[in-house]
């Protein structure tokens, strides 16, 4: 099994994010359009990948401009597979788990994809 860890700056697709009351409203009415095309909003933030799972938390600024956003967390065990998805600039890490599909996007998208499918490879064979 390999030793995983990486953390990287991202956005993550969050389905359920809201625009704060701080935000102007033709930002909102912007957002919703994004919102309901792509299934919900970019989050900026950072992605965390160790043997325990993947974890996201959102930085600062989208934490004042969203209500109600969560860290993510996704144990290593309910991982199912990872791949790489095409995304203008940076390319988007889609990872299948028990609960859905969580998708973010980082430079190096491909590596991170890779590195994460050879450790689920190696956890599920325990």
Avoid: Y
């Amino acid at each position: 099994m390999t030793d995983l860890h990486i953390r990287k700056l991202c956005n993550a697709l969050i389905p359920n994010a809201t625009p704060s009351c701080l935000v102007p409203g033709v930002a909102v009415d912007a957002a919703r359009r994004v919102s309901s095309k792509a299934g919900g909003l970019w989050v900026g933030g950072r992605v965390e990948i160790t043997p325990d799972g993947l974890s996201f938390a959102a930085n600062g600024l989208n934490k004042a401009f969203h209500t109600g956003l969560q860290p993510v967390h996704i144990p290593m065990a309910a991982i199912r597979k990872t791949w790489r998805e095409f995304g203008w600039v940076t390319g988007i890490v889609a990872v299948e788990h028990d609960e859905g599909t969580f998708r973010f996007r980082c430079f190096g998208a491909g590596k991170v994809a890779a590195a994460l499918e050879k450790h689920i490879a190696g956890w599920q064979e325990r």
